[in-house]
């Protein structure tokens, strides 16, 4: 499913217009960004959390040349899925 499709099932699940669902859509990715960059984590009961989780510096090697390389350390955005999810995908 793409966000096209997307849009269209919140749209006619939520007996809304395409476009005010894709508003809704776009507001929930917005905050929930707006969340993680600020460190926090967005807990929706049933559904998951999201949470940032931070790397740290490491080594690798360039598949290429085997040259050792110098990967920077980041922070991830990941995705846990809750109980309800995992019960109705299972």
Known sequence: MNKAELIDAVAES???????????IDGMVAAITEALQKGDQVAMVGF???????RAA???RNPRTGEA???KASNNPTFKAGKALKDAVN
């Open 14 to 24: 939520a007996d809304v217009s395409k476009a005010s669902a894709a508003r809704a």
């Open 48 to 54: 998951g959390t999201f949470s940032v989780k931070a």
């Open 58 to 60: 490491r080594t690798g």
């Open 69 to 71: 390389i110098e990967i």
